[in-house]
């Protein structure tokens, strides 16, 4: 027992530190959302006022690409 006991704590201590070293290098470049969305609609404007107050508060750069689909459906 002391065996699974001592793995699962090496399992966590090894996922803690990948997760401490992928937060660091991300995100190198901008992040890009992608709106099935018209721009200049309600929902458009929502997404870019929430994008702004996100990138603010994380100090990253989000962009925010409509692209709609046929007749105003959900992107493809």
Do not use: Y
Request: hydrophobic share 45%; no cysteine.
């Amino acid at each position: 027992m002391k065996s699974i006991g001592a793995l699962g704590a090496t399992l966590v201590a090894a996922t803690l530190l990948a997760t401490t070293a992928l937060a660091q290098q991300w995100p190198a470049r901008p992040v890009t959302l992608i709106s099935p969305f018209f721009a200049g609609t309600t929902d458009d404007l929502v997404a870019s006022t929430v994008l702004d107050q996100v990138g603010q508060q994380l100090g990253q750069q989000f962009n925010l690409r409509n692209e709609p689909g046929q007749d105003g459906g959900a992107a493809a």
